[in-house]
């Protein structure tokens, strides 16, 4: 099993940068995909952006541009970094590692942007 913990989110005001991280823990070689997800109130969850383990990443098109995935394999951590933020961008950001038996989920962290 996966384990992940996100960090990162807080109050930004429009314009702004945050960068989210996700640290993992436990099966790691078996994800095969990580991806960043969003729920804003009252809307279904998204999803944001992913990252293969060939290191191949792809954006939805809201954020293309603005945001980018990375990871670093020797910390076991998945990032978003997040530039010219909107307040259309505030939400519930959920890590999520995906692979062979695994679809773990973290607790998320909120991302909120003031306008």
């Known amino acids: 099993q996966v384990q992940l913990v996100e960090s990162g989110g807080g109050l930004v005001q429009a314009g702004g940068s945050l960068r989210l991280s996700c640290a993992a823990s436990?099966?790691?070689?078996?994800?095969n995909g990580w991806y960043w997800h969003r729920q804003a109130p009252g809307k279904q969850r998204e999803w944001v952006a992913v990252i293969t383990s060939g290191d191949s990443t792809n954006y939805a098109d809201s954020v293309k541009g603005r945001f980018t995935i990375s990871r670093d394999n020797a910390k076991n951590t998945v990032y978003l970094q997040m530039n010219s933020l909107k307040p259309e961008d505030t939400a519930v950001y959920y890590c999520?590692?995906?692979?062979?038996?695994?679809?773990?989920w973290g607790q998320g962290t909120q991302v909120t942007v003031s306008s």
């Open positions: 436990g099966s790691i070689p078996s994800i």
């Open positions: 999520n590692g995906r692979g062979k038996g695994n679809n773990a």
